[in-house]
């Protein structure tokens, strides 16, 4: 009588660990994590409930988009009416000018508020007196704790007839500009200011990025005879760029979303023509007027656009550098 050996011992277990499903394998894991790190998680009970009832929530009211509502009737619209508030801001011609002026003053401060925070990043971090570094630090970080209020009336004293650009500009024989009330002056006065306040501590990531670099990167460089320019260029930058390439796909989904308060603080009637943007539109439309389903339908097609925005720059950056947000 002849006995068929059994196959035994760590080849038999790595078969059956090999032949085990891997999503029983994931969950099995992600409970021993539960388990053990109960305590962690707990943390994230109050960030989902804020998102579940301040984010996901209310994006259930979105269908008024698509539903005429009344105030005093149901929150959800009193009758279906389908694309009519879309075909209605699509046939505005107001609301194109108010879109291109979005598209004009988003893409000035993407362009020129992005770039800034890396520059002042790298100039400080060359400095190599740490008192004079935190110096400056300091000073460029200030605005941002600024409320927009208090930053709009710097603004308007700086800009005034009499405020103090028109004085300096006036002792050089030039007659003063009343740069508030010309529409060609808005975003200049608009994107300076954003320079100014966001700036500073826009640099706060890149400083804490530009730690995680080797030093010994830099010492085989200059072993090789690199200048601080060519360190720069092939150490430093590389070493940034997923931070670069976050933080730009962030800023391309906000795209549309130009600073409501302080553009409408800055913002009258005169200069609406350069002035006037989606959100502060929106509010006059869909606040002021009580056109509640309108102002709906418009913000749902700005989010739209911001979501095809994010999903595009994650891919295309994914796809260039590697780096993404998923």
């Not at 994590?33 to 109960?38: G, H, N, P, V, Y």
């Not at 962690?40 to 984010?55: E, N």
């Not at 306040?197 to 200059?222: F, H, K, N, P, S």
Request: glycine share 6%; net charge positive.
């Amino acid at each position: 009588m002849s006995v068929t050996p059994t196959t035994a011992g760590p080849k038999a277990d790595a078969d059956v660990d090999a032949e085990r499903p891997r999503h029983i394998e994931r969950k099995h894991t992600w409970a021993r994590a539960l388990k053990r790190d109960w305590r962690l998680y707990t943390f994230l009970i109050l960030p989902i409930v804020f998102l579940l009832f301040f984010r996901y929530l209310p994006m259930a009211g979105n269908v008024i988009a698509f539903r005429r509502f009344k105030p005093g009737g149901s929150i959800f619209g009193e009758e279906w009416v389908g694309f009519y508030y879309f075909e209605m801001f699509i046939h505005n011609p107001q609301f194109w000018s108010v879109f291109w002026n979005t598209v004009i003053l988003g893409a000035l401060t993407l362009a020129i508020c992005f770039p800034l925070p890396i520059v002042l990043a790298l100039m400080l971090n060359e400095l190599r007196s740490r008192r004079f570094k935190k110096i400056v630090q300091t000073i460029s970080y200030l605005p941002h704790f600024m409320s927009v209020v208090i930053v709009v009336g710097i603004v308007f004293q700086l800009t005034a007839v009499n405020g103090t650009v028109n004085q300096v500009i006036g002792a050089f024989g030039v007659d003063p500009i009343p740069f508030m009330q010309l529409p060609e002056w808005f975003r200049t006065i608009y994107v300076s200011s954003e320079v100014w306040q966001t700036v500073g501590w826009g640099t706060i990531l890149y400083l804490a990025a530009l730690t995680t670099i080797d030093d010994q990167l830099y010492e085989a460089a200059r072993i090789d005879g690199a200048n601080r320019w060519k360190q720069t260029w092939h150490i430093t930058l590389p070493g940034i760029r997923p931070t670069m390439m976050v933080l730009l796909i962030l800023n391309i989904g906000s795209f549309m979303a130009v600073g409501f308060e302080k553009v409408l603080l800055l913002q009258n009637p005169l200069i609406y023509s350069t002035a006037d943007v989606i959100s502060t539109y929106l509010y006059r439309v869909g606040i002021q007027s009580a056109q509640f389903s309108y102002g709906t339908a418009i913000g749902l097609f700005e989010a739209i656009i911001g979501l095809v925005l994010v999903l595009s720059a994650n891919f295309f950056s994914r796809r260039a550098v590697g780096a993404s947000l998923w």
